[in-house]
């Protein structure tokens, strides 16, 4: 007797199969976008040039991306996700308390070292504009920054509300961002790594009277 699934299973594996390739594709098509937008800048890459980086035909990327916006926000949404399953965004709840100084470290070897976060600072850039682009962007950024912060401070021991704690985060990925933006241009390779190293001794200055009971407001103040 014929085996009547036989057909079902043909199309299952042909529908995975599929599926398979269309991740894929998207997976190459944002990866490319994001270290052509850490090469050329958002105003001058062109879904061409994207194509050709991914090493797919035009007409396979522009199924799977209709318009440059499309995939501008995919690439963006892509990078962020990744951050949220391998950087210190995806330390579990019961994860033990992480010293400023450490994390610090821990997200500049995690997402600021890393080419790709170029490419974020110029769709920040793009986010600025008045238009779909600019509005599409600004959401998928506010999505992230949520998940970030409130996952930030938690292991950092604070809650939502503690105003100066997320002062203080927000002034340390200011640091991080202005580090990795001037490695991108500066000759300089030993320059970044100093910077990094000074501000991390200047956050381990505040772990340490965090530690001797004080309560740590910011860099080089405290209060009894």
């Known amino acids: 007797m014929a085996d009547k699934t036989a057909p079902d299973k043909k199309r299952?594996?042909?529908?995975r199969s599929q599926a398979e390739r269309s991740s894929s594709t998207r997976w190459r098509a944002c990866e490319a976008t994001l270290e052509g937008l850490a090469e050329f800048g958002h105003e001058r890459i062109s879904t061409t040039m994207i194509a050709q980086k991914a090493k797919i035909s035009r007409g396979?990327?522009?199924?799977?991306?209709p318009t440059r916006q499309e995939l501008f926000v995919a690439a963006l949404r892509h990078l962020h996700e990744d951050w949220e399953r391998n950087s210190p965004v995806a330390l579990p709840m019961n994860h033990p308390v992480v010293p400023m100084s450490e994390l610090t470290q821990q997200l500049w070897k995690t997402m600021f070292d890393d080419r790709r976060y170029i490419a974020a600072v110029e769709l920040m850039l793009a986010a600025r504009q008045d238009n779909e682009l600019?509005?599409?962007?600004?959401?998928?950024?506010?999505r992230w920054i949520k998940i970030r912060d409130d996952s930030l401070l938690r292991l950092l021991g604070h809650g939502q509300g503690d105003s100066s704690a997320t002062k203080l985060l927000h002034l340390t990925l200011s640091v991080l961002r202005g580090i990795a933006v001037h490695r991108s241009f500066d000759q300089n390779d030993e320059l970044a790594p100093e910077l990094l190293s000074l501000w991390?001794?200047?956050?381990?200055?505040?772990?340490?009277?965090?530690?001797?009971?004080e309560s740590y407001t910011g860099v080089g103040t405290h209060n009894r």
């Open 60 to 65: 396979a990327l522009t199924h799977q991306f």
């Open 200 to 213: 991390v001794s200047m956050l381990a200055q505040g772990d340490m009277k965090c530690n001797s009971g």
């Open 12 to 15: 299952i594996t042909i529908r």
């Open 134 to 142: 600019g509005r599409i962007l600004r959401a998928e950024m506010a």
